[in-house]
């Protein structure tokens, strides 16, 4: 999947973006206090991005 997919995704889940790292970016959940961070990659494996949801606390991802 697309990072930019994944990173609309959490937005739209109330997620915010804390910082931007080297290579990672950090998103904080306020509603679930939980934090989590999204590789710096172009694509990102399924795995992944359900393991982030999962960390933040948040609905699953659906694939298209």
């Known amino acids: 999947m697309k990072r930019k997919d994944l990173i609309k995704h959490l937005l739209e889940c109330g997620c915010i973006l804390e910082r931007e790292g080297k290579k990672h970016t950090l ?12 590789p710096r ?8 991005a ?5 960390d933040l606390d948040i609905r699953i991802i659906e694939l298209k």
């Open 27 to 38: 998103f904080f959940n306020p509603g679930a206090n939980k934090s989590a961070t999204v």
């Open 41 to 48: 990659h172009k694509e990102i494996n399924t795995f992944t």
């Open 50 to 54: 359900r393991g982030i949801c999962r």
